[in-house]
């Protein structure tokens, strides 16, 4: 398997590769490429101006980031060292120094109650006897990031794998972890549909296949995990016809990025006076209001 350097890695050749995750978000493929992230920004409900924006600029990093990176690591058994600041409150100068310097060694900051809820996350999912089997140690390689050409537009791909299941033991089934605050079915598709989790399932899909890692029978999972006790896990795969209109969005992605790469404009909303209406379900519902 390729390795990337240590820094300052350069993807020329389609693959498989290790890498930090600094590393790949940074875009190591001289020209650009377009991961399943940059996808969903480029569409409504966002625009190319907010992709190219955060594609030159990064995004401002949250504390909710922090805790499900730190519980993503754990789960996963790779990910940035955890460091429990003991102190429930960040306020004085010495915490605050503390907690500059883990993060300026790469590190997360947990405060004691945050660094408690992330192993006993780590824990539920290890007694799950799904999620278990799917992240077991002997079963795979965590956060492989893999890289290719779209046979269609010539556009340069990539996708970073939670997990990529070893190879010839059967049905390749890819596994991706999330944390949430409901892994209700309801929550689920609510989330599916608002994080556009419907096109990264076939965008992770297109990735095996194109490196000849999976055939046809390849299956995409979701683990969702809850954040509040009793940390409730369920592993979910979406229907047929969801993951058809993730593909069609995917390869809508795929065209407005060729074009705006091409022509070095990055449209915003719009250009023009758009016409605005409340959502259906609100004008039925204050029409009867005020009847």
């Not at 805790?67 to 004085?92: K, Q, Y």
């Not at 593909?247 to 719009?270: F, T, V």
């Amino acid at each position: 398997m390729p390795e990337a350097p240590a820094a300052g890695p350069i993807i020329t050749e389609p693959g498989i590769y290790e890498m930090t995750n600094e590393q790949y978000h940074a875009d190591p493929v001289p020209g650009g490429s377009l991961s399943s992230t940059g996808a969903r920004r480029l569409l409504a409900p966002g625009c190319p101006a907010l992709f190219r924006h955060e594609q030159l600029h990064g995004q401002k990093p949250r504390k909710v980031f922090d805790l499900g990176t730190a519980a993503h690591g754990l789960v996963l058994g790779t990910g940035p060292e955890l460091v429990r600041i003991d102190a429930d409150e960040w306020r004085t100068a010495k915490v605050k120094a503390e907690v500059a310097a883990a993060r300026e060694r790469g590190a997360i900051p947990l405060k004691p109650a945050e660094f408690e809820q992330v192993h006993r996350m780590a824990a539920a999912i290890r007694q799950h006897p799904v999620a278990s089997a799917l992240f077991s140690e002997d079963s795979g390689r965590p956060e492989q990031s893999l890289f290719w050409v779209d046979q269609a537009t010539g556009v340069w791909r990539r996708a970073r794998l939670d997990w990529l299941p070893t190879l010839g033991h059967g049905r390749l089934i890819i596994p991706d972890y999330k944390s949430c605050v409901s892994a209700a079915p309801e929550s689920i598709a609510k989330s599916v549909l608002n994080y556009g989790y419907h096109q990264q399932d076939p965008w992770y899909v297109d990735a095996v296949r194109a490196l000849g890692l999976g055939d046809d029978s390849t299956t995409f999972v979701f683990v969702f995990q809850e954040k509040t006790p009793p940390y409730l896990v369920n592993v979910v795969q979406l229907d047929q016809a969801t993951r058809r209109i993730g593909r069609q969005r995917n390869r809508k992605a795929l065209s407005i990025y060729r074009e705006c790469l091409a022509s070095d404009h990055w449209p915003g909303y719009s250009d023009q006076v758009e016409i605005v209406s409340l959502p259906a379900w609100a004008q039925d519902r204050q029409m009867q209001e005020i009847q």
